[in-house]
């Protein structure tokens, strides 16, 4: 009997064999397509196994987070919640206003979309550095706080018409949880999609092994020409966000301004904290919690992070020295390459 059932076996396992050798092959034969453009003032690559281009597709997709979420669109739906219009909400702009509400209930109000009228106060939102003086950041910070505005019956309520919104800290890594969900759409597996610095991994690069991704080293680099690597992390089905002052910022007076503002206070913030780097299950969530954490500073951000094991992060600070120190979550360290 043990005999027969072996000899009945054999074609199955042969067949079982064959037919995953001949997946492999298929799939290995697979070309992988390179697009790359400008999108949310910023450029974009995407690195995709497919058989065919998908970057007219894909651009349609990241035009329809810029129609919900550019302040630089003035047709886009967050250009008229900023003038009043009331429109009703997609659920792009639903989606990305409940994260945001979310994550800063969880970092005590470091991430904060209502900081728009300080942004452009102090012109990091016009690229024309203005140094306000007191009395006018006072002014503003009369219109700032989550805690004044909500979404209801698909509308955004305002406790006053003078607060405007502003996603930047948050848009980039959505745009890239679009895409990602656009191509695991099409059925597929293996993609990078970057976006300004953020990105969302799955499955393989071309050379069959995860893909890495570096952290850019924090020197002053006002023309992002600097590409010295800090470190490479091995990341594959995650996504990574990265957010730091040492390429927003502007000079006066011998002083230095990052343009991460604090919403607690309406300035920029100043501490050692030069990068942050968080890894999560979705670039929107990485993108918002690196965004506070520059707010928050690396131990509070420390004590964030103890609340949300399922985050990574990996910091870049300033010593008492001016020498450059890193730390980085325990659960981290089997991803880092070198």
Not at 135 to 148: H, P, T
């Amino acid at each position: 009997m043990n005999k027969k059932k072996l000899i009945w076996q054999i074609p199955f396992l042969a067949l079982l064999i064959i037919g995953t050798v001949l997946i492999v092959m298929q799939q290995r034969s697979i070309p992988y397509q390179h697009d790359e453009g400008m999108v949310f003032g910023t450029v974009y690559n995407i690195t995709y196994q497919y058989d065919s281009d998908l970057k007219q597709d894909i651009e349609a997709e990241l035009q329809k987070v810029d129609n919900s979420l550019s302040p630089f669109n003035k047709g886009s739906i967050i250009s008229k919640v900023n003038r009043n219009e009331n429109p009703e909400v997609n659920d792009m702009f639903a989606d990305v206003f409940t994260l945001a509400e979310e994550v800063s209930a969880q970092t005590g109000g470091a991430f904060d979309i209502t900081v728009a009228p300080l942004v452009n106060m102090w012109g990091f939102g016009t690229k024309q550095f203005h140094r306000p003086d007191k009395e006018s950041v006072d002014s503003l910070m009369k219109f700032v706080g989550f805690n004044k505005i909500s979404l209801k019956n698909k509308h955004v309520v305002k406790q006053n018409p003078n607060i405007q919104l502003d996603c930047s800290g948050i848009a980039k890594g959505y745009g890239c949880d679009v895409v990602a969900r656009f191509l695991r759409s099409k059925g597929i597996k293996n993609f990078m999609v970057e976006i300004g610095g953020e990105v969302v991994t799955s499955g393989n690069s071309e050379k069959r092994v995860p893909w890495k991704i570096g952290v850019t080293k924090p020197t002053d680099d006002s023309l992002q020409e600097n590409q010295e690597l800090q470190t490479v992390l091995n990341v594959t089905d995650k996504a990574m966000a990265t957010s730091g002052n040492y390429r927003n910022f502007y000079v006066e007076g011998g002083k230095k301004f990052a343009h991460t503002i604090d919403p607690h206070t309406g300035y920029p913030v100043q501490h050692s904290l030069l990068s942050s780097t968080v890894l999560a299950h979705d670039c929107a969530t990485a993108d918002a919690y690196a965004t506070s954490f520059m707010v928050l500073g690396i131990d509070k951000a420390k004590e964030v992070l103890k609340k949300h094991p399922e985050l990574m992060a990996y910091f870049i600070y300033s010593d008492a020295k001016g020498n450059l120190q890193v730390w980085f979550s325990p659960s981290l360290k089997d991803k880092i390459v070198n």
